[in-house]
Every structure is written in structure tokens, then in C-alpha cells.
């Protein structure tokens, strides 16, 4: 955690997982936009009704067609799109080894080196 | 066969009869199952780094334990339970209110999953604490996360024992062997004042049982024996619904007649909780204390001017004394569908009707929204009928709210974020996420199908929509003669709510083994150590937990519902800006938890001035406060970075950048 940071980024480059997790990230939330906009304000103007005649109900599949088209098919197309993304778009990364333990680690040695530090300090003074 | 022949019983009689010991049988088997997984993970934690592996697998997960250990987490006991009985009660409204799961699977899972996956790797991280600790390089960030997930987990897991434990005693209800046990139970405990007071000996065996279950595999067996009970349990659920599906759907006569009769539905009235209800008057007076149970049909004559018979369903038990001849106010529904009322009557002969009485002093309320002509069908459009709010069950805002809650809320919950760190490799992750998006298609929407039948097989059961789950997996399969079936159906919710107990355990002991104890106490403990207390932990906090659960808090409901959208508010940002900015700092870290935490408690505080109580909180714009804290969290996040100077600048190689190739 020591060394000179200004030597080193010539080195050093953006890592690449990063770069795509965060691309498919927001890809993913505007799915999540595009699922919103389509079900809710879909699902209102179609399913939220006032003095309903029971006898003239629309249905799809036996289902109400607001809930069919605002919910059942956006549900089919979500997945679709999800497979695609997942099995075809997301970039396979390495994600490296797990440095175990490697954290704590470094606490303890930061740790016995602020010691050490005071130690010496006080012998100093 | 020949025991068969010789008693002129038929197989699926035989086994019709047995039904309760079916549920029986299938929980034994279920645990003994538990408990393979267990013994088997234990060997697992003999060859590996012992933390890693406990509370992380390794980091080693595949496809199915990955996807199914996500998925079965994420699905709780309220998956079965509560929200069974909300389509039961509100109707096809409750697509809606579920929509988002079409995204969820790769929202709370592709969002944060690979990014988060590697920076836990790349620092060593066990837990979501240690992920932000290491990320900032804070310890004071990481005592603030752990501070935070003990104090919202701990809670939610008394919920989840007392859940499990009601479910449990739903399923054994009726069972001889159960009921004598808890009889016996009941007597050696009589003198124990904090086991006896108002405490069902039902309920407590029921804790005991399911408790002790949990405790042990998940102490004995760590994170693996998790995952693969997980894996068990998921594959349970899916085979319920999918068995359920077809079952309910030609039972109520096809989808396109459910959803006619459901437009024809109008809300039951409702005996206020204070005061009201029915009076009940016998022919003649009663010869013993007379008990009226809970589910009773009650019958009358119509009232002057109308042609509808009268029909109710006691809600709540009553009594009448000996040589008395009524009582006052017995709570009850009364069914106001006409379709319903003749179909109950048509089979009087297999439900539970009290003969002899006559009805008066009728004293009902109705449903806030849903009976109005204005409001027909109801059952069928939104916002869905309601008893409390006047606007209906699900407005346009709470819809929008909902779409937040499921979807991005699940992803600031540390219970996920743990699994998204134990997959293998990418690889797992991108298939896993398919596979619980096909999941989940097959659990939630076939759900809302199977509990809109349910409304036409089994009016009346508002007073009771808790059990409507075990009702209908009863009752569908008796009517195919093969009542053994609903042992498994009747597995799912217990499932469910296991898989979820045994994760928010293992969730709090590594909270406190290896975030408040080797990180902050004695980092140089040995792994003989960290080993016994890594045992200890999960168990005692598992005890701990299970004997609050003996006389849960009041409220506990509304506590869940706070925790879940609290923890996102809280770890949502922190951990999204850790991941995704360069800039953000210890600070803006800091900023953005306390921020979510600090508005989102806001608004239940001003809803405790505004609206009288804790558990009403204030809706700015009519949105819940997980909206008003989730922004705010990210808004704190942001003004406390750019005001504050920039991390380390190595900190941000260590995360953000690697050595170019070659150099």
C-alpha cells in the first residue's frame, strides 16, 4: 500500500471487469426501466377500471388482458431478453484467485507497525 | 394388496384418510434429509480455509447451488403464506403487484454480482462488512455495516422462527401423535411461567421442533449444508406449484370460467376487530359449554326484500354457556356473492356447518373499496378491493413503489449480496441468472393463477387467508383421491421459510465472529479459535433468537417490513458507489449509509407524529419510504464525496485498475 502511485499508472490500466460489469449494469437497469414503463403505465390505463360490467369482461388465454398483455407477455419477453443478455452479451471474466485472509493481514501488520512506530517513538522522545 | 382387498378399502381412500400423518411423513423425511446435507457439508470444512468455507463455501459455487441458494433465500416463508393470501383476498390485481419479478433475477443478481464477486476476492472479503471495510480501507465503515446488519437481522430472524414455527403447525394440525405431544408438552411446562403464559403449546412445540432442526444443521454444517438444503427446498417449492397448477386450474372449471366468476365477485362484510359482528341464537339451550370454532358456516333465511340466503364464516372462536341459548358479537365474514353462497350450501354435507340456530342483530362493515356499484369486479381490475384503504389495495403509486421494493431494494439486501460473493467464476453467475429467471417464472406467476381458483373453490376464507396454502393443497388433491400429494405441496412454505432462517443465521454469526470478534477484538486469533466460535455463534445466536420467538415482540410484521426496505436504504449506495465510481470516498461511503438509514427512519418517525403510530409511516408523494430513503441514500452518497477529498490513490489501483499485459 506503500509504493508511489505516480510511477505505477503507467503500469497499470482500468481493469477490464470492471469496465464491463459496469457497461452491463446499466444495461440491466434500463431493462429494469423499460419493464417499469411498460407494466405500470400499461397495467393503469388498461386494468384500473371504474363500474365494470361483469358480463363484458376481455379476456386472454382466460386471463384479464390488461394482467395478460401488461404483465404474462412482458414476463416472456423479460426472460427471453435475460437469456440473450446472460448466455450472450455478458462478457466471461476472470474474476481472479481470492487473496484469503489477505485483508486481515494487512490490518495486523499496519497494526504492529503503528506499535513498533510508538515504540520507537517514545524512545526517541 | 391383499390387507387391501381384504378390507374393501381403495388405495386412494386409504390414503385420503391419512392425509394429516402425510404431512407428517413428509416433514420427517424432509428433515431427515436436512441432515444428510448437513453431515455430509461438515466433512467439507476439514480441507479448506475453515472461515472461507463456513461462511462462504469457498467461493466455489455452481450453477444449481448458486441458482437455487439464491433463489429459495430470496423466496421466504411469506412466498407460501402471505402472498397466497393476498392474491386470495385482493385478486388478479396481485400480478401487478408482483410484476417486477420478471427483471428481478437479473436485477438483484447482474446489477452488482460480478463486480461485487471480484472486489470480494481481490481483498479477501468474508461478509458484506468486510467488503466495505476493505473497499474504504475504514474500519469504522465496517463496524457501522456490522452495527447495522445485527441490529435489522436480528430481528427479522425472530420473524422467520416464528413463522417457520406457524407454518409447521398449520401443516401438523390434526395430526394425533402432534396433538398429544403438545398436550404433554403443555403439562411439563405448566410451571414454567414465561414458556405457559399465553403461550399456544402448539405454537411452542412447533418452535422447538423447527428451531432446534435449523440450529443444528446450520451450526454443524456451515454455508454449504445452507446452499444444498437450499437446493432440496427450492426443488420442492417449484414441484408444488408446478403439481398445484394444472390441479386448480381444472378444478375451478377452466381459467376463462375462474375469471367470470371472479368478475362476478363482491367482498365479504367484515365484523370491525372492537365491536360487532352476529348474534347467535339456539333452538334450545345449550346442554354443555358449546364451542363455535373458527371456519364454522353459519345459515339463515333472507332478510325481507332480498332472495339471497344469508351465510357467514365465524372468524374467531365463541362459546356459549351451558343452559344459556345465545351470545353477542361473534365475529364473522358474510359472504355477499351469490355464486358462493349456493356453492357452499351445495355441499353442506362436507363442511362444518352449526345446525340449530337462527342469525339477528347483524352489526358488519364493509369492505373500504370494492363494493360500491361503481367499484364492480373489482376482484378482476385494480387497484383491487380493500377493507382498510379507500383508494383500494394497490394504487398507482404503491405499484411504482413495488417495482423499486422487489427489484432494486432486493439488491441492497446483504443476505443476497453474501451469496453473489460464493459463485465460481462468470460463467456461473450468467447461467445462474437464466436459471433463476425461469424459476422464478414457473413459482410467481402460476401462484397467482393457483389463488385466483382458490376464490372460486374455497369462498370464505378471508377470516383465514394465512391458511389458504395448506387449505387448497388439501383440497385439490382429495379431490383426485391422493391426499398423500399434499404432504409435498404442504412442504413448499416450510421450505421456503427454512431456507430463508437458515441463511439469516449464518448471516448474523459471521457477523460476529468474523467482523466484531477477529477484526476488531483479536485479529491474530488462532483458527482453532475462530473454528469454536464460528460453532458457538451460530448456535447461540440461533437459540438466542428461538427463545424471543417464544413471545415474539408485538408488531413483528411491521418491524420485517421496516428491516427489508431499511437494510436497502442503507447498503444499497454504499456498496453501488464502491463498486461502480472511482471518486467515492470513506466519507461519501459513510454519508450515503447513514443518509438511506437516517431519511427512511424519518419518515416512520414523522408517520409516528402524522399519523398516530411507528407502523404507519409518512408517504411522501404517496411512495413508500423505501423510495424517499433509496435516493436520498444516493444523493448523501454524492454531496459528502464531492465535498470531501479524493480516496487514496491506491486504493483505487487496488480496486479499479490491474497490470497491463505484458508490462
New interface residues.
Partial sequence: ???A?SN??E????????L???R??WI??G??VV??LW??PY??IN?????????S?E?T????S??FW???F???V??LF??W???FY???????????????AE??AE?HAAEDEATTGGNES | MSFLSTTNVSLPTLFAESNPNAALVSFLIYTAAVFVIAALSNRLLKSKSFLSEYFLGSRGLGVWAFALTFAATSSSGGSFTGFPSKIYSHGWILALWIGSYMVVPICTMGLIGKRLNQVARRSGSITVPDVVRDRFHSPVLGLMAVSLIVFFMSFNLVAQFKAGSLILQTLLDGVSIFESTADGLAQAVSGIPFLSDGVSPEYLLCLLVFGIAVIIYTTYGGFHAVVWTDVMQGIVMVIGVIIMLPLAISQAGGLENTTKLMAKMTPPRFSAGDKGGITLTLDKPAAENMRVEVGTWITDKPIADSKVPLLFRVTAAAEIPAGETSVDEVKVIQLTTLDDIERILGRRESENFLDGVTVSNIDLVQYAYGEEASQQGAYIVGPGPSPSSNTGFLPLSLAISFFFMWAISGTGQPANMVRLMAFRDTKTLQRSICTVAIYYTLIYFPLVVIFCCARVLLPGMEGESDRIMPAMAVYLTEHIGMGWLAGLLVAAPFAAVMSTVDSFLLLISSAWVRDVYQRNINPEASEKTIKLLSYLATFVVGTVAMVVAINPPQFLQDIIVYVGSGLAASFLAPIIYGLYWRRVNAAGAMGAMLGGFGLHLAMYVTGYFENGSFFKPYQMFDFDPIIVGLFGSFFCGFIVTKLTAPPPQELVQKFFYTEKAGS
Fill in positions: 500500500m506503500s509504493t502511485p505505477d499508472t503500469s497499470m490500466q482500468l481493469d477490464p471487469v470492471f464491463n460489469s459496469k452491463e449494469a440491466i437497469l431493462l429494469w419493464a417499469l407494466a405500470v397495467c393503469y386494468g384500473f377500471q371504474s363500474g365494470l360490467d361483469p358480463e369482461v379476456t388465454m382466460g386471463i384479464p390488461w394482467v401488461g404483465i404474462a412482458p414476463w416472456v423479460a426472460d435475460t437469456i443478455f446472460c448466455l455478458m462478457k466471461e471474466d476472470d474474476l481472479g484467485v481470492a487473496h484469503e485472509g489477505e485483508d486481515l490490518e495486523i497494526m
